[in-house]
């Protein structure tokens, strides 16, 4: 059995945003804020991404033992307030009265940031030793294309105005890919062969293993590598469930 699929993401995006220059003085010995400039900048983008997909599965035993394979190609568009092309930039006169004490910091959108896109395999083999147990294996290879960073990254100094005065840029970024290969194991059976009541009870137990190479992003201070943003090497869960009559209730740790 199998299935094949293509699915056409059409995206236009039109984003407008606040550009505001900030001055920042001691005033009676307390730091103030007024703001110098304000203007409005307005962005416009779109794109096309075709998306196919397809899986198989087959029975190895009948019944009893199945395996299945897939292949995807993945998108997800960046979230919304990344995407907003507003800029707030600082000059610091608190100390001498000059702008060089600093620092100087601009924080800012990214209209211009692309989605996240990856190719995604699958294999998975599931096993049924009676009708009321699962036991599962399934193994994931990621092939990452680009991905964004969830918080802002420091791209240095630079002239954001062209006048001559340098600003640390604080934005989003995209990163250009990473590899990601890992393996999942599920397990689950009711159990049904207790008496009375207790029959009701169940048990869902899954673990995952998950390691990323290749991420390319480093730190800003010490140009160390970074791992992979929001990625765990290990994560499980475990329900203890009842079901039974009227009352269903379940009982999760993750």
Same mark, same amino acid.
């Given at each position: 059995l199998?299935?094949f699929?293509?699915?056409?993401?059409?995206?236009e995006?039109?984003?407008?945003?606040?550009?505001t220059?900030?001055?920042?003085?001691?005033?009676?010995?307390?730091?103030?804020?007024?703001?110098?400039?304000?203007?409005?900048?307005t962005?416009?983008?779109?794109?096309?991404?075709?998306?196919?997909?397809?899986?198989?599965?087959?029975?190895? #035993?009948?019944?009893?033992?199945?395996?299945? !394979?897939?292949?995807?190609?993945? +998108?997800? *568009? @960046?979230?919304?307030?990344? =995407? +907003? @092309?507003?800029?707030?930039?600082t000059?610091?006169?608190?100390?001498d009265? %000059?702008?060089?004490?600093?620092?100087?910091s601009?924080?800012?959108?990214?209209?211009? =940031?692309?989605?996240?896109?990856?190719?995604? $395999? /699958?294999? &998975?083999?599931?096993?049924?030793? /009676?009708?009321?147990t699962q036991?599962?294996?399934?193994?994931?290879y990621? /092939? #990452?294309?680009?991905?964004?960073? &969830?918080? *802002?990254?420091?791209?240095?100094?630079?002239? #954001?105005?062209?006048d001559?005065?340098l600003?640390?840029?604080?934005?989003? #970024?995209?990163?250009?890919? !990473?590899?990601?290969?890992?393996?999942e194991?599920?397990?689950?059976?009711?159990? %049904?062969?207790?008496?009375?009541?207790? &029959?009701?009870?169940?048990v869902d =137990?899954?673990?995952?293993?998950?390691?990323a190479? /290749?991420?390319?992003?480093?730190?800003?201070?010490?140009g &160390?590598?970074? @791992?992979?943003?929001?990625?765990?090497?290990?994560?499980?869960n475990?329900? =203890?469930?009842?079901?039974?009559?009227?009352?269903?209730?379940?009982? !999760? $740790?993750?």
């Amino acid at each position: 059995l199998g299935n094949f699929g293509l699915r056409r993401v059409y995206t236009e995006t039109s984003s407008t945003g606040q550009v505001t220059r900030n001055e920042t003085r001691l005033v009676n010995g307390v730091a103030s804020t007024n703001t110098v400039a304000n203007t409005q900048a307005t962005f416009k983008r779109d794109y096309t991404i075709w998306l196919p997909s397809f899986n198989i599965q087959t029975w190895l #035993i009948d019944n009893r033992l199945s395996a299945r !394979a897939g292949f995807a190609q993945l +998108m997800a *568009r @960046p979230l919304v307030n990344y =995407l +907003m @092309p507003s800029v707030t930039c600082t000059i610091n006169y608190t100390n001498d009265g %000059t702008s060089e004490d600093g620092p100087d910091s601009c924080t800012a959108g990214n209209p211009g =940031l692309k989605p996240y896109r990856a190719n995604q $395999y /699958d294999l &998975s083999f599931e096993w049924y030793p /009676d009708s009321d147990t699962q036991l599962s294996a399934g193994f994931f290879y990621k /092939d #990452i294309r680009s991905f964004y960073l &969830s918080q *802002r990254t420091n791209l240095g100094q630079q002239d #954001i105005f062209g006048d001559g005065t340098l600003y640390y840029y604080n934005t989003y #970024i995209n990163g250009d890919g !990473a590899k990601i290969s890992g393996v999942e194991l599920t397990a689950k059976t009711a159990f %049904t062969w207790l008496p009375g009541l207790l &029959s009701g009870f169940g048990v869902d =137990l899954n673990y995952t293993y998950q390691k990323a190479k /290749d991420v390319g992003v480093f730190s800003s201070l010490d140009g &160390s590598s970074l @791992p992979y943003p929001g990625l765990s090497e290990h994560s499980y869960n475990a329900t =203890l469930w009842y079901d039974k009559g009227p009352i269903n209730a379940r009982l !999760a $740790y993750n």
